[in-house]
């Protein structure tokens, strides 16, 4: 059975300015736990850079019409992973059909899916009845 | 954002002076580089020294910066990049794309 050790409930505007915010919280959850030193900061970043695309995807994609809509995230550390889950009510994408980026096309957009499946162990998005969740998990130990 | 931005040996420097450019301020930079580019800027140096972390809409910003100067024949190049920052390019192969240079310094003597 698994034993959860951590568990955040984070709910903010869906707005961009909040990025910095949820970031800075999983970034501080990373150097609480316990990792070897030298692999803390990396885990940190990692942590960061996937929470910050997630919401960013969530607030432009996934957020109703409503402009005083919110994105939840909800953080658990459950025995060693951390799972990330970013709550969104918007139509859904299919996360599967993301293909992962093309090198010599220079395109603007298109690099937040691969970087979150860079960093994270596994990914996945499904619709439930109360919304969508993208939830990622990273092992720690 | 705040950029600071000065004239030096004949190049447009913007130095980025936020530790962060995500979704909230990347809008901001990709407007700022352009703006810089159709005043007349004859070669642009972006300095990353400060920024801590990049997210894909911060790289998509750059990117915007480095067609539009290439568009116009101008020179476009980024410095002191922080190991992390630099990582996302590597990870992306952008660092094959840009012209980096790891200090303000070295890029403005190149």
């Given amino acids: 059975m698994c034993e959860t050790i951590v568990n955040l409930d984070i709910v903010v505007p869906s707005q961009t300015r909040y ?15 316990e990792v070897q030193e030298d692999k803390r900061d990396t885990l940190a970043f990692h942590l960061d850079l996937a929470l910050t695309e ?22 658990s550390l459950e025995d060693a992973y951390l799972s990330v889950r970013v709550f969104d009510h918007g139509r859904g994408f299919d996360l599967a059909a993301v293909p992962p980026p093309d090198f010599d096309n220079l395109c603007e957009r298109g690099r937040g899916i691969f970087f979150i499946r860079s960093v994270m162990d596994s990914v996945q ?8 969740v993208l939830e990622m998990r990273k092992k720690i130990a | 954002m705040r950029v600071a931005e000065e004239i030096r040996e004949d190049r447009t420097v913007l130095s980025i002076q936020e530790d962060r450019i995500d979704a909230h301020n990347s809008g901001e930079l990709k407007s700022l580089l352009l ?45 002191g990049l922080q190991p ?19 200090s303000l310094q070295l890029a403005l003597s190149a």
Avoid at chain 1, 58 to 63: K, P, V
Avoid at chain 2, 41 to 66: E, H, N, P, T, W
Wanted: a positive charge.
């Fill in chain 1, 54 to 75: 997630a919401v960013a995807n969530a607030i432009q994609y996934g957020a109703a019409a409503n402009a005083r809509d919110s994105i939840r995230v909800c953080l």
């Fill in chain 2, 84 to 102: 992390r920052v630099r990582s996302m390019f590597e990870l992306t192969r952008l660092h094959r794309v840009f012209d980096i240079y790891p």
């Fill in chain 2, 35 to 79: 703006k810089a580019l159709e005043d007349g800027a004859k070669s642009v140096v972006v300095d990353l020294a400060r920024v801590q972390f990049i997210d894909s809409s911060g790289l998509g910003a750059l990117l915007s910066g480095y067609k539009n100067a290439s568009l116009r024949s101008i020179g476009f190049a980024l410095a």
């Fill in chain 1, 19 to 33: 990025l910095r915010l949820v970031g800075a919280i999983v970034q501080q959850l990373a150097k609480e736990l």
């Fill in chain 1, 125 to 132: 998005y499904r619709k439930t009845d109360s919304g969508n």
